[in-house]
């Protein structure tokens, strides 16, 4: 034991973990840092998705922002599109307006949310007129809530992940999208401003729509198919929709906060490392402190991959992985010292 704080060890064993902990918890706060803040959207770095249905023969939606940056407007009629946040969307609510400039159609408009790449996110769509077609089946009036659940291979081709039928039909499409719930409320009326706001945490969401102080639909709903992600706004086969006036604020806390440090595997891997080192360290004169030392390792380990799974950036990746790397190579460095100290003793 006295060779073991000679050598130095202790010290880099103690730094080491420190290094990582706070790796794990930088990654955590990255969740955060990447989260919508609270007021007005700026919506100059979002994105827009574009699908192609060959078949519709209609064009690639037209995004247009605001000169005040606050509002955008989907010009054409064309096939599906999402136009992207590039922040994710947990614990928060957003709230903003739609308005159809266009009385020359009746088709979907609404959002998305939970977005985790083009084929899978929730879906919240408003069909003003029940519209059917041999081809891609029935659309009904009213207002839906979906679950998009689409094989994604990595690039947007004509005709996938979604085909001409799969957004369209109102009961979904087996392996593609779910349909959660189906209000026959009311069609939306042309130059008539909807207001909706969507409360979103992980495993539940509450979705509310009104026209002035009239609310017309008001769900909540349980659910955790996805349990972060984006938010966009959705259109098909609708122009002249001005989606404007976004703004969004932090939801109360709910029960027990896991997720201080982010997800809530990462945040629970972190509070347990926390016990770990802090009895590492006050535990010097344990006989012991080797075997928490490589538990801490262990553990800090766990929680690198953890993060990695959850894809919490490609800074963070890299961070993280560098720590993990650095773990084992010092477990390694540990475990021969300890079997070289016997040795030297004989």
């Not at 192609?52 to 064009?59: G, I, M, T």
């Not at 027990?256 to 595997?265: A, L, T």
Request: proline share 5%.
């Amino acid at each position: 034991m006295k060779g073991t704080f000679e050598s130095g060890l202790f010290p880099r064993v103690v730094t080491v973990c420190a290094i990582a902990f706070f790796a794990v918890l930088f990654c955590g706060c990255r969740e955060k840092s990447k989260r919508f803040g609270e007021g007005p959207v700026d919506l100059t770095k979002w994105t827009a998705i574009n699908y192609s249905y060959p078949a519709n023969k209609q064009p690639t939606a037209n995004w247009v922002i605001s000169e005040d940056k606050l509002s955008v407007t989907q010009e054409v009629n064309a096939d599906p599109s999402i136009f992207l946040s590039d922040r994710n969307l947990l614990d928060t609510s957003i709230s903003g307006t739609w308005l159809v400039n266009s009385s020359s159609d009746d088709d979907f408009m609404g959002f998305v949310f939970a977005y985790q790449d083009p084929g899978r996110f929730y879906l919240f769509d408003w069909k003003g007129k029940t519209q059917a077609d041999l081809d891609v089946g029935r659309a009904e009036q009213g207002m839906c809530v979906k679950i998009v659940t689409a094989p994604y291979s990595g690039k947007l081709e004509p005709g996938k992940p979604f085909d001409g039928k799969d957004l369209w039909h109102t009961q979904g499409v087996q392996g593609k999208v779910r349909l959660l719930d189906h209000e026959p409320t009311e069609g939306w009326k042309a130059h008539k401003p909807y207001h909706f706001r969507l409360d979103f945490r992980p495993g539940n969401f509450h979705i509310v729509v009104k026209d002035g102080d009239r609310v017309i639909y008001n769900k909540t709903f349980q659910d955790a198919t996805y349990t972060s992600g984006r938010f966009g706004f959705y259109n098909f086969s609708q122009g002249g929709v001005a989606y404007r006036g976004f703004e969004t604020k932090k939801l109360p806390a709910e029960g027990v906060q896991w997720r201080v440090f982010g997800p809530p595997v990462v945040s629970f891997i972190t509070f347990v490392g926390i016990a770990f080192t802090i009895v590492m360290v006050f535990g010097i004169s344990l006989v012991w402190w080797g075997v928490l030392s490589l538990a801490a390792f262990v553990l800090f380990a766990v929680a690198a991959i953890v993060a990695l799974v959850l894809d919490l950036g490609f800074l963070w990746l890299i961070l993280l992985s560098l720590a993990v790397f650095a773990l084992l190579v010092l477990c390694l460095v540990f475990v021969a010292i300890c079997c070289r100290g016997p040795s030297a003793a004989g």
